[in-house]
């Protein structure tokens, strides 16, 4: 019997597969945004040198899955990833269903080609990869906190001493702050702008974790903002009509994403990233949203707000055992400096670097 799975690859994309695209998406099992059609456009836009493949499996006719790649490196070696790698923070691979056949069409056609290596997946869809081929392996590498805000106060995991903290603070500032969620229509590059100032000043300036300040991470959050705008809440905090703090969030679905935070150095009296996403999390539910998602990098202010996490795997796929040799080696390796070199104020190392077991 003939095999009704196969998989066509493709080096550009109509408007015509672009919408059979959105139709799958809007179906599928385990549609982010990180895996629209949309993030695709995204990521051409703001790294347009980057050699980009499509491979999309069909059932006989019907559409069933997309990967998007690009070609990067990872650990040295030459390998298939998703676009914009760097800031993807969900499932990448696009599925009608968690059905192996799938999956198995889509990672022959890919790893014969280049290894793959995809960031951050689903642990559901990590144990579908890893069940599909014996030439893989996973490790936890992204664990986010989550507050479900669906019928329940944003504010419900607060302690008391945190509460009265951030109440006394917006009393003894009250007639100089003030809080203000920009959105659409509101000219959020401008307000861009404003965040990338803020960066550039910041407690995070001085550990050279200044993100926005460097060029690739200014052209994705520019093309980003023109995809998505829509979708996009600047957050700032001023004082004196001076912006001093922001949190970049965004909608996917039913989850606001804050995605992005930074704060100027000279208002750390204020507690000003605490304080902002206190006042984010008490209007939260205004947004129709169910749920808040803090983004990886785990910290004692995050988890004060949301004590539940949810894990997050990335995932290599190659048939070349000395590439998989020399990428555990390289995470073995990231795991014992967590352990034993940790960073002020994180809590990653209680957690990532875990492999993942069927």
């Known amino acids: 019997m003939k095999n009704p799975y196969s998989v066509v690859t493709y080096y550009e994309i109509t408007h015509e597969f672009r919408d059979t695209w959105r139709h799958l998406w809007n179906s599928a099992v385990n549609a982010t945004l990180h895996n629209s059609p949309d993030w695709f456009d995204t990521s051409i836009s703001a790294f347009p040198e980057k050699k980009y493949t499509v491979f999309a499996c069909y059932k006989q006719n019907a559409l069933v899955g997309i990967l998007p790649v690009d070609l990067s490196n990872k650990f040295g070696v030459r390998v298939y990833t998703c676009p914009a790698q760097r800031f993807t923070i969900d499932d990448s691979l696009l599925l009608q269903s968690y059905e192996s056949k799938i999956m198995q069409a889509l990672i022959e056609e890919v790893s014969r080609r280049h290894p793959l290596y995809l960031p951050r997946v689903k642990p559901e869809t990590a144990r579908l990869m890893l069940d599909t081929t014996k030439y893989s392996f996973a490790y936890l590498l992204y664990v986010a906190p989550i507050l479900g805000i669906k019928d329940k106060h944003p504010l419900r995991h607060l302690s008391k001493s945190n509460s009265k903290e951030m109440a ?37 300036q001085k550990k050279s974790m200044d993100v926005l300040t460097r060029t690739e991470y200014q052209h994705f959050f520019r093309s980003f903002i023109a995809h998505y705008r829509k979708n996009i809440i600047i957050t700032i905090l001023y004082f004196d009509a001076k912006p001093v703090a922001y949190i970049f969030s965004y909608y996917s679905g039913k989850v606001l994403v804050a995605y992005q935070a930074s704060y100027l150095t000279g208002y750390k009296f204020l507690s000003p990233g605490r304080l902002l996403f206190y006042l984010l999390l008490n209007d939260a539910q ?61 809590l990653d190392s209680k957690y990532i670097f875990r492999t993942l077991r069927i």
């Open 168 to 204: 006394l603070l917006l009393k003894k500032y009250s007639s100089h702050l003030q809080y203000i969620n920009h959105t659409y229509p509101e000219n959020l590059e401008n307000l861009f702008s404003v965040m990338v100032d803020i960066d550039a000043h910041s407690a995070k």
């Open 286 to 346: 205004k947004f129709a949203v169910d749920t808040v998602d803090f983004c990886g990098g785990l910290n004692h202010y995050k988890i004060a707000y949301a004590p539940e996490f949810k894990y997050q795997y990335d995932v290599c796929i190659t048939k070349n055992i000395l590439y998989i040799l020399w990428w555990k080696f390289i995470i073995y390796t990231g795991y014992v400096k967590q352990r034993f070199v940790k960073k002020k104020y994180s």
